[in-house]
């Protein structure tokens, strides 16, 4: 495997659409119903738990970026390849790839349970997850600059759900946000923690990096994506709670969904209808970027034409698709996958970015040694 990737020019990127990138990856099925699971830890402080989840991916990202900066132009897997040797730099990146594929399962799952529950009850799973997984082989076959335009077109085409949170604003009750700073410390960080499944996706950096134009601003344009998602999720958190009582928190899965529900318009009477499908916009960037990044991947490791594997790829996760959930079932699947996500995304980065300077430092040692002797 070669460690340094040379991209064509026809295949990078301009460093700004980075902005849309992160913030599309960032969003998707996490944000029909985070409000919930924050709550139940941190009660009327989840808000302080989004801004701490956010905070978190504002560090994490800098250390993705700094281990980026420290290599020319590599990706994750070239960079585990030489900083942990062939069979265990490639058995980690195996994992990621396995990672990414997960991802995009989870994805699909939960936007299908989403459409059959509150759209389309009678349409079966596996028609569903053909139409999302066709889309996603469409899209990746215009290759990374196609995918990285359906990111911008996705942020750009659903910023006018954003305004649609005057309605629930207007019926807000804000004595429901007291008492505030009653939870603990500890209770504050488990609803932090319990973000991961919503907040992940900008990881995505350690295999799109080496497409970016402009090096010098890519961990700049990356913070200012990881901030508009946070106050994103922060607005929607703190509106959530001065709109639902504690109860009606508890027991509304998909809270912002149910936030849509007020919405009325003389021509559209169940608009959460048009939210929910219009939602696939959103969660297409999700599963393009994914499926890309598995398909580097695997095409990195055993050196097969991107192409070939896509497509194998792609047909490996319909077929896990077909095999229906219960609900009970896919929330235990979201949670088993939160908690790996939370140690792959906001722990492994660290002790990567440990390996890669004490290689770097090690290496500078040792040329230096040689030099010594040569003169």
Avoid: C
Wanted: glycine content about 6%.
């Amino acid at each position: 495997m070669k460690v340094h990737i040379e991209p064509k020019s026809q295949n990078m990127v301009n460093t700004f659409l980075l902005i849309f990138v992160i913030h599309s990856m960032q969003l998707g099925v996490g944000i029909q119903g985070f409000q919930r699971i924050i709550y139940m830890e941190a009660r009327h402080d989840a808000w302080i738990s989004v801004i701490l989840s956010g905070v978190a991916t504002a560090i994490v990202g800098f250390i993705m970026v700094k281990t980026l900066s420290v290599y020319e132009n590599s990706d994750l897997y070239g960079i585990q390849y030489d900083v942990l040797g062939k069979w265990l730099g490639n058995l980690i990146n195996i994992l990621f790839v396995l990672y990414f594929l997960g991802s995009f399962h989870i994805i699909v799952r939960n936007y299908i349970e989403v459409l059959q529950a509150w759209v389309f009850p009678e349409i079966p799973n596996w028609l569903l997850a053909l139409t999302l997984v066709y889309l996603v082989y469409y899209g990746l076959n215009g290759g990374l600059r196609t995918v990285v335009g359906v990111s911008f077109f996705s942020v750009i085409l659903s910023l006018w759900l954003i305004l649609l949170l005057a309605y629930p604003f207007q019926f807000a009750k804000w004595d429901y946000l007291f008492p505030m700073f009653e939870a603990r410390i500890t209770e504050i960080l488990r609803g932090a923690k319990q973000m991961t499944f919503t907040v992940i996706g900008f990881e995505i950096i350690y295999v799109i990096y080496p497409f970016l134009k402009e090096k010098d601003k890519v961990h700049k344009h990356m913070q200012y994506g990881l901030g508009f998602t946070t106050m994103l999720y922060l607005a929607l958190m703190v509106i959530s709670l001065a709109y639902f009582s504690g109860g009606q928190l508890e027991r509304t899965i998909w809270g912002t969904l149910s936030l849509f529900k007020i919405v009325r318009f003389p021509f559209i009477e169940r608009f959460e209808y048009v939210a929910i499908t219009f939602w696939v916009l959103l969660i297409l960037p999700n599963l393009m970027l994914y499926m890309w990044s598995a398909t580097r991947g695997i095409s990195r490791i055993f050196n097969i034409k991107e192409q070939k594997v896509s497509w194998i790829l792609i047909s490996f996760i319909f077929l896990t698709l077909l095999y229906p959930l219960t609900r009970v079932q896919t929330n235990m699947f979201n949670d088993y996958f939160a908690r790996g996500a939370f140690y792959i995304v906001f722990v492994y980065p660290f002790l990567l970015f440990g390996a890669v300077m004490i290689k770097k430092k090690f290496f500078r040692k040792k040329d230096e040694a040689n030099a010594q002797k040569s003169e």
